[in-house]
T-cell receptor, first 113, second 115 residues
Framework: GAGVSQSPRYKVAKRGQDVALRCDPI?????LFWYQQALGQGPEFLTY????????KSGLPSDRFFAERPEGSVSTLKIQRTQQEDSAVYLC???????????FGPGTRLTVL | AQSVTQLGSHVSVSEGALVLLRCNYS??????LFWYVQYPNQGLQLLLK??????LVKGINGFEAEFKKSETSFHLTKPSAHMSDAAEYFC?????????????FGKGTLLTVNP
């Protein structure tokens, strides 16, 4: 595709539900990043993949957060037992390699009720 | 660890006026610095980046920024604001190298352009 796509664009979950957020990076991009953007804040790093390898997950806020990229392309961010504090926009970015420009998707807005 | 401080969460200018958005960084090693723009319900778009070459960096849409090591600043400017510049702007820092290419963002500055 022409850019990074994310689905769904909006997700409403009841507290305690599990959610899965999908990111389709630009074809051929090796690096993939997930960021969390709370309301009125800048994005904060969650995790980074190089191909299928998760090289940095230092930003994941708890063990309820899990990300995967099994074939080195599409990535899924999973949040188990969602809490209200998980409400945020989740941004995915990809780059050709780790030192190139990161291209961002439009984000998934998660609202936990 | 690196960090970014954006001074002013909201800046309002008149159309045709100078735009100045302030960013100060903290980094223990030479940083890479970025400015991104975010329009409502859209992802972040890179405006410009500093990667240790020229200290005055020109970006898209007439924006530019100057890296000043002595002031640890990377302020974004545009000589003449357009209505289409109204958006949220984020300054970000990265210290480079492998997974350290993750970006650390400031809290953002909302730019309003008045007719």
């Amino acid at each position: 595709g022409a850019g990074v796509s994310q689905s769904p664009r909006y997700k409403v979950a009841k507290r305690g539900q599990d959610v899965a957020l999908r990111c389709d990076p630009i074809s051929g991009h090796v690096s993939l990043f997930w960021y969390q953007q709370a309301l009125g804040q800048g994005p904060e790093f969650l995790t980074y993949f190089q191909n299928e390898a998760q090289l940095d997950k230092s930003g994941l806020p708890s063990d309820r957060f899990f990300a995967e990229r099994p074939e080195g392309s599409v990535s899924t961010l999973k949040i188990q037992r969602t809490q209200q504090e998980d409400s945020a926009v989740y941004l995915c970015a990809s780059s050709r390699t780790y030192y190139n420009e990161q291209f961002f998707g439009p984000g998934t807005r998660l609202t936990v009720l | 660890a690196q960090s970014v401080t954006q001074l002013g969460s909201h800046v309002s200018v008149s159309e045709g006026a100078l735009v100045l958005l302030r960013c100060n960084y903290s980094s223990s090693v030479p940083p890479y610095l970025f400015w991104y723009v975010q329009y409502p319900n859209q992802g972040l778009q890179l405006l410009l980046k500093y990667t240790s070459a020229a200290t005055l960096v020109k970006g898209i849409n007439g924006f530019e920024a100057e890296f000043k090591k002595s002031e640890t600043s990377f302020h974004l400017t545009k000589p003449s604001a357009h209505m289409s510049d109204a958006a949220e702007y984020f300054c970000a820092v990265s210290v480079g190298g492998g997974s350290n290419y993750k970006l650390t963002f400031g809290k953002g500055t909302l730019l309003t352009v008045n007719p």
